[in-house]
């Protein structure tokens, strides 16, 4: 007969099997419901953990955005890590780049055409210059315990309404006690011509967040006052003003704007509340490791395929092209602590 006290490899095995046993309960009985809730009337699909609000997918229609995107995103504990500006404005924001709203996925030239900077602010004489992102169908949709999946459908349109490409983007999102997590994964498919997304800054999974995570800065700038109206301020105010980018390459600031790495993370504090977002790149995605185009200001994006621009022509221009028929696959994943 073996005993405990002659056989210690028979002890780690039991405790192996009782901490397995403990983690699992305790991975159930702590894992989160996250709901999907479709309201096709106000177009938007509302994503809850546990009943609170995480964010939301979009897609009002070109007469409002330009694009679908997910807005607003919440931490953990409910705070607010994307601007409100323009939909919804609060105190002291910054009331620059129309087009930076929520969470979005586009590109600064596809063909000629400036999906990025594309808003209803643009003049309708230089319209023709810029293409539109068209939500066209919820494909597939699944809440659970732990994670949701939500499918989605689009046409990134010229401004004569011809697609160049049709995309599917399926979101995964997650949520702890502690944490948010949203997984991106988007296809584009060229469809009847040649595709080229040319060496542009602009691009390309971009996320606004709110002025408590931007960098202190003591440029004059426009923002919003308590009522929403757009006021001059020549001295910036940097109370509660916290954000600091770092990556991982151990790069810093402003710094960090144009050089690659494999993910980023902006931390900072919103009422008092300690958060970090990171976005990572994945190894499978054209460009690995990104590039990034983040800013002080509160810009805080990912572009892999804009190797001249980001290193002033000391890289060649990429110019990815997907000839008719291609497709590609891009992935992200964002994380809110």
Request: glycine share 8%.
């Amino acid at each position: 007969m073996i005993s405990l006290k002659d056989n210690s490899f028979l002890k780690k095995i039991i405790v192996l099997l009782l901490t397995t046993t403990v983690t699992g309960l305790s991975t159930t009985a702590y894992a989160q419901t996250v709901k999907l809730v479709p309201n096709e009337s106000q177009k938007r699909v509302d994503v809850l953990v546990d009943g609170q609000p995480f964010t939301s997918y979009i897609y009002p229609g070109p007469a409002v955005l330009k694009k679908p995107v997910l807005y607003p995103i919440r931490s953990a504990t409910g705070q607010l890590i994307t601007r409100g500006w323009p939909i919804d404005p609060r105190p002291g924001e910054r009331v620059d780049h129309p087009h930076h709203v929520g969470m979005w996925f586009n590109y600064g030239d596809v063909n000629g055409l400036d999906f990025w900077n594309n808003s209803t602010d643009i003049a309708p004489e230089k319209r023709s210059q810029y293409g539109t992102i068209v939500h066209t169908g919820i494909a597939a949709m699944k809440s659970g315990k732990g994670a949701a999946t939500l499918t989605v459908t689009a046409d990134w349109n010229t401004p004569t309404d011809q697609t160049l490409l049709r995309e599917t983007t399926t979101f995964t999102f997650k949520g702890s006690k502690t944490d948010r997590t949203i997984d991106r994964q988007t296809t584009l498919t060229a469809l009847t011509t040649d595709v080229v997304f040319r060496d542009n800054k602009e691009g390309m999974i971009g996320l606004r967040v709110s002025r408590e995570l931007e960098h202190p800065a003591m440029k004059p700038d426009l923002f919003t006052d308590a009522s929403g109206k757009t006021t001059a301020v020549p001295v910036l105010n940097n109370e509660g003003v916290t954000g600091k980018y770092r990556n991982s390459e151990g790069v810093e600031g402003e710094a960090v704007w144009g050089k690659r790495a494999a993910e980023m993370s902006l931390t900072g504090r919103i009422n008092n509340q300690p958060v970090t977002v990171t976005i990572l790149d994945d190894p499978k995605n054209v460009g690995y490791p990104t590039y990034w185009h983040a800013r002080g200001y509160g810009l805080f994006a990912a572009n892999p395929l804009a190797p001249s621009v980001f290193t002033d022509k000391k890289e060649p221009a990429l110019n990815y092209t997907l000839k008719a028929g291609q497709s590609v696959t891009f992935r992200y994943q964002v994380v809110i602590k």
